[in-house]
């Protein structure tokens, strides 16, 4: 048998159903990852959420390896071997754009659900809305001095900013656009450095937007059957539904299982 490497989005491809801080991960899903470590296979899961919010996941379903915060933060055996932050200079150059704009936005500043902002703007736009976190409004917050870790802009008036450089706005919430780490295949080179890996045997599964670099640089991606149109389009393979043991039947058909 040979080993592979195998890397797994959580929302929408180990979990189904609604995403949330707590995802519910089917039995069957977590079968077969355990079916999968009973073979040989190292398993590790690549995600855009910071490390607080996977790590009790990872333990659900016994994986030991992370590469979370999309792709700019490693844990291996639960110990964290890089963290890295966005690129500050760029963050604070869409602040002063925002700013100077008045176009609505707060940050995070560490691993929590804590935002900030120094204005009641942002407040306003989600009002009835979902919005996962806490607001905090300061109008003597100060952003120059602070690492931001995440930035979240009015989705109504972000083609008005200049996405310079290496940041990405995701759209995938309903009023807001998030700034955060967008490439998890760049975390994955860094674990399968760590581990001596080769880097012919890494697999990737997602479904989302935020998976698509990673398909792009793979050597070999798997898109669950409930993936973004756009996902598959690039996948080597399209699997079954996450809720429908898709992690299975991909491994079944490459006879991983």
């Not at 100077?100 to 009641?120: E, Q, T």
């Amino acid at each position: 048998m040979h080993k592979k490497y195998m890397f797994f989005d959580i929302d929408g491809t180990l979990s189904s159903g609604v995403i949330g801080i707590k995802p519910h991960i089917p039995d069957e899903t977590k079968q077969t990852l355990q079916d999968l470590k009973n073979r040989g296979h190292l398993l590790a899961i690549a995600t855009g959420r910071p490390y607080f919010m996977c790590k009790e996941i990872a333990k659900e379903v016994g994986i030991a390896h992370l590469v979370c915060n999309g792709g700019n933060d490693i844990y291996i055996h639960g110990k964290c071997r890089q963290k890295e932050s966005l690129d500050q200079s760029l963050v604070h150059s869409l602040i002063d754009q925002c700013r100077k704009k008045n176009i609505a936005f707060c940050v995070s500043l560490g691993d929590d659900l804590i935002r900030y902002s120094h204005h009641f703007d942002f407040q306003k736009l989600i009002e009835g809305k979902h919005f996962l976190g806490k607001l905090i409004v300061d109008r003597s917050f100060t952003y120059e001095d602070k690492q931001i870790q995440r930035m979240f802009i009015d989705k109504k008036r972000v083609s008005e900013l200049d996405f310079h450089g290496t940041l990405v706005g995701s759209s995938n919430q309903e009023v807001y656009v998030i700034v955060e780490p967008d490439d998890k295949f760049y975390g994955i080179l860094q674990m399968m450095k760590i581990l001596d890996a080769p880097m012919e045997d890494i697999v990737v599964f997602g479904d989302g937007y935020n998976d698509i670099r990673m398909f792009e640089q793979s050597p070999l991606s798997i898109a669950m059957g409930n993936a973004v149109k756009e996902l598959k389009c690039i996948a080597d393979f399209v699997t079954h539904r996450s809720d429908e043991d898709g992690i299975r039947y991909a491994c079944e058909h490459y006879h991983w299982l």
